[in-house]
């Protein structure tokens, strides 16, 4: 298998990323995590959603939109990432409202 890693797919990895994570961090958290935080949310869970439909031999196929079908499993996998985060909450940041800051001693409490 030959990867392709030029601009274009790395621009497509971006934006499928950046959309699967901000509806899977609205849907898992009830807030989104920021740009970054949701392009890394989406592209993690591109990666778990690819390995966990090969594994269980899901297919999830859009006729047509390839672009959709790849939306969607990365969306499960952001999702069951995100779950799982909060679940063990190893951000620290997850639980507090969107935009809020913390201060040091805040953290020290925590």
Do not use: E, Q, Y
């Not at 274009?8 to 609205?26: E, K, R």
């Not at 909450?89 to 020290?108: E, F, H, T, V, Y």
Request: glycine residues 14%.
């Amino acid at each position: 298998m030959v990867l392709n890693l030029d601009f274009d797919t790395i621009l497509v990895w971006i934006l499928i990323g950046l959309v699967a994570g901000f509806f899977a961090s609205h849907l898992a958290l009830g807030h989104g995590l920021g740009i970054v935080g949701d392009v890394i949310a989406g592209i993690a869970g591109a990666l778990l959603g690819g390995f966990l439909a090969g594994i269980f031999h899901w297919s999830i196929t859009i006729v047509g939109h390839p672009i959709l079908s790849a939306m969607v499993i990365a969306f499960i996998g952001a999702v069951i990432v995100l779950f799982v985060l909060r679940l063990f909450n190893m951000s620290g940041g997850l639980d507090c409202a969107p935009g809020a800051r913390r201060s040091i001693s805040a953290w020290k409490k925590k």
